[in-house]
């Protein structure tokens, strides 16, 4: 089994900037894509940005030139970052992580995070 724990969340004033970081743990053989999802009230979660194991990543238009996933994977770390900047009201949401965590050479399965919270004041 792994782990993912998430932490930076918090209150931030609209223009401002918080640094999300999560943590992958446990039994981990390798960690391919890594991702961060977002959800609103009563809106289904939307893939925000990814970052393959050669760095590689992807963003959805709306925070693209704001958002910056990166990674660290050394194995003491195996951590992914979402750098945010520039918040906007819309902005406020549970940020989660994700994973596609190989716990042995044949088995992968997508992990998440439990969530942090993202609040933005206008």
């Known amino acids: 089994q792994a782990q993912l724990v998430e932490s930076g969340g918090g209150l931030v004033q609209a223009g401002g900037s918080l640094r999300l970081s999560c943590a992958a743990s446990g039994s981990i053989f390798s960690i391919n894509a890594m991702y961060w999802y977002r959800q609103t009230l009563g809106k289904q979660r939307e893939l925000v940005a990814s970052?393959?194991?050669?760095?590689?990543?992807?963003?959805i238009d709306s925070v693209k030139g704001r958002f910056t996933i990166s990674r660290d994977n050394a194995k003491a770390k195996n951590t992914v970052y979402l750098q945010v900047n520039s918040l906007k009201p819309e902005g406020r949401a549970v940020y989660y992580c994700?994973?596609?965590?190989?716990?042995?050479?044949?088995?992968?399965?997508?992990?998440w995070g439990q969530g942090t919270q993202v609040t933005v004041s206008s």
């Open positions: 994700a994973a596609d965590i190989r716990t042995s050479w044949d088995q992968e399965y997508k992990y």
């Open positions: 970052i393959e194991t050669g760095g590689s990543t992807n963003y």
